[in-house]
């Protein structure tokens, strides 16, 4: 019998490889956000004097941002949670830890996602399988999650990518149920999060009232097929390359049929996206991959600097464009060009607080 | 057998499926069986494999139960299953040449009178695409091909 524990360490190590040198984004969809003009609400503003700081679980963070969860579980991925905490923190931004399946496996594995000991007021970010839920009770679940001293936790539903993976789950059968059970059954508040492929409105609309919030985590940016097709040499995989909602699209499915908070994530890179996503209505804009990328440079340290210039050009571009808050950008006028406004508008997803606006202009 | 003689629609490359995020399925359980033409074959594949002789479409059926090997003759398509042919009317549907699974789920999708095909060159191919066209169908929640026929999509122009 294969050792369980053992192959889900080497895949996380495996994964972050494949991340760092093999080309696993997306080739030719986008994120749409290209798609998104804001507009200006009055006179620049000096970034100074721009606050971007949100309220999340009650406490005051620096900026709607967030580090999505990415490793844990292979005892060398400690120091890259480690260090992205303590950046995390320095800074004031929560983060997310990768899937805790392996500490599931072997609870002394547990320490690697356990970054409180090094960053304490950080608002941490646990990660579950949506699939494993029905392996796991709900008692086993708020066990691995005060292990960590978890904050909230995201359930990752990721069929796209369990299809294409050579061990993949592929029985989604009452995993909804399960979800809903989960959302209602533990203390901490649960995101449902994808992995790349993204939240259409039948499935927001389906877990509205049951989670948190959700994180799109669209098309755009990782393909975690992509990453699975590397692994498996491309079995399956290739022809699902492009498969996937685009993440500002993702968002506003989601925004028109969940009333809680939405995420963005999927290919968020720049100050600009995370500007045109607040002015869609999500409430955090999340980012992975260039995270890690300065982690693996430079460690904590390069994690602080990248975030905070990410975090100063969020500010100047706000102020740029007249706003001087997170409330004020949340209500600016914005253009929505092709081929973004067909989508919408085929897909009946335009949310209410946009067409008054006038939502579209198309060509 | 020439590719004019069928009816052979354009890319469908403008289309894209809605992504499930929440299948309430297992990718085991996708049933893909189709009922084809007004003669009402049952095929356990929805993908034709065409072939220009009709002796070895026959003896690819015979070798390989439940691939659906096909001649078009006329206005009407002969398909052998498991070595055996059974002639159906064209004028009933259309066929369209796709290059993988999930092509031949969007042609399946977007009209219920097409029937996917791949020329016999692509025989080798054929377990994959059906792996895709199965994995098209879990990842927008169909559990048969009615179901796929209602799954939403959406378009893009150019």
Known sequence: MPDESRETQSRKIEHIDIVLNKETQYRSKTTLFECIEVLPGGQRINGDDVDVSTALLGRRIAAPIFISGMTGGHPATYEINKNIAIAASRIGIPMGVGSQRAMYEKQDLAYTYDVKKVAGDLILIGNMGATKLLKYDNRKIQEMLDLINADMLALHTNPAQESV??????????VYSRICEVGKGIRQPVILKEVGNGISKEVAKKVDGKVYAIDVQG????????????????AYGSAFWEWGIPTALSVLESKSAFHGPVWASGGIRTPSDIVKAVAIGADMSGMAKPVLVSERKNGAEGVYRYLDRLIADFRNETGSLGFSSIEELKNAKIRISEPLASLLEQRGAAPKNLEDRKLFETA | MKESQTSVHSSR?????????????SLGEVDTSFILGREKVELKFPL???????????????????????????????????????K????????ENVGDGIEAAKALRIDDGIIPFIEKSKLENFDLFIKQLRIAMFLTDSRDINALRKAPIYTTTG
Request: charged content about 25%; proline content about 3%; hydrophobic content about 35%.
């Open chain 2, 48 to 86: 034709l494999v065409l072939f220009s002789d009709r002796t070895e479409a026959m003896k690819e059926s015979s070798a390989r139960r439940d691939v659906p090997a096909a001649v078009v003759e006329g206005g009407s398509i002969e398909v052998f299953l498991n070595g055996s042919g059974k």
């Open chain 2, 88 to 95: 159906i009317e064209l004028s009933g549907f259309k066929m």
């Open chain 1, 165 to 174: 993976q050579p061990e993949g789950d592929i029985d989604f059968r009452g």
């Open chain 2, 13 to 25: 490359g403008e289309i894209s499926f809605v992504h499930n995020a929440l299948p309430e399925l």
């Open chain 1, 219 to 234: 098309a755009g940016g990782t393909t975690w097929v992509g990453v699975e097709t590397y692994r498996s040499r491309g």
